[in-house]
């Protein structure tokens, strides 16, 4: 079992950034896929992107592709999200999840509790 801690969070004007962290521990993550999902109010959660641990492959949705990025720090064991160009509309929490790599809730086997990001007009 993969345990998952979400922190970076928080208020934010639009065009600012923010950066994401995930802090995995309890297994070892090489041949993990590490996800980022988001959910804004009153929808339901979606994909934002993911990376091969191992690789360091990424994949994005068309939303964020060239605001956001993930990387991957192996010594830290921890997964970060930049998000830059934040819009409104970004406003969500935001989910780390292990598992394989791929674009869908069911690739994914452990989640973290979320961090909340809200970006002002």
């Known amino acids: 079992q993969v345990q998952l801690v979400e922190s970076g969070g928080g208020l934010v004007q639009a065009g600012g950034s923010l950066r994401l962290s995930c802090e995995a521990s309890g297994r070892t993550f090489s041949r993990y896929g590490m996800g980022w999902f988001r959910q804004r109010p009153g929808k339901a959660r979606e994909f934002v992107g993911t990376i091969d641990w191992k690789s360091a492959s990424t994949t994005y949705a068309d939303s964020v592709k060239g605001r956001f990025a993930i990387s991957r720090d192996n010594a830290k064991n921890t997964v970060y999200l930049q998000t830059n160009n934040l819009k409104p509309e970004d406003t969500a929490v935001y989910y780390c999840?292990?598992?394989?790599?791929?674009?869908?809730?069911?690739?994914?086997?452990?989640w973290g509790q979320g961090t909340q990001v809200t970006v002002s007009s």
């Open positions: 999840a292990a598992g394989r790599y791929g674009t869908i809730e069911n690739a994914y086997s452990s």
